[in-house]
């Protein structure tokens, strides 16, 4: 009858052997910085491109600008027309006050001695 030997336990996995080669670099570290000089190369021109867009988006939009300082402009010219009608409006009620002075004087005055 045939025995059969049982065979040794492998042993556990060590991931530092990978990198211990008597041949020269590993292939799984040769992948790996392939990998990422790949993905470097191919997302720098990706990531730039975000950054430009996300910097337009913070400054306005130089239509919408002029038409602010157009806007501002305009209430500047309202806030003096404003103070101007103030004016006016200060020198009506004086004309009605003398006017209504006038009125109570002559009313006043004997009825011959009337304007």
Known sequence: MIQQIPSPPSPPFDPNLMFMSDRGP????????????????????????????????????????????????????????????????????FAERLLSRGQDQTSSLPPGQQK
């Open 26 to 93: 590993p292939i799984v570290l040769l992948i790996v910085i392939a990998a990422l000089t790949a993905a470097t190369v191919i997302l720098w021109p990706i990531m730039r491109a975000l950054a430009r867009r996300m910097e337009r988006k913070s400054e306005p939009d130089p239509i919408l600008r002029t038409e602010i300082d157009q806007l501002h402009e305009r209430l500047a010219e309202l806030e003096l027309e404003h103070g101007r009608v103030a004016e006016l409006e200060e020198r009506v009620e």
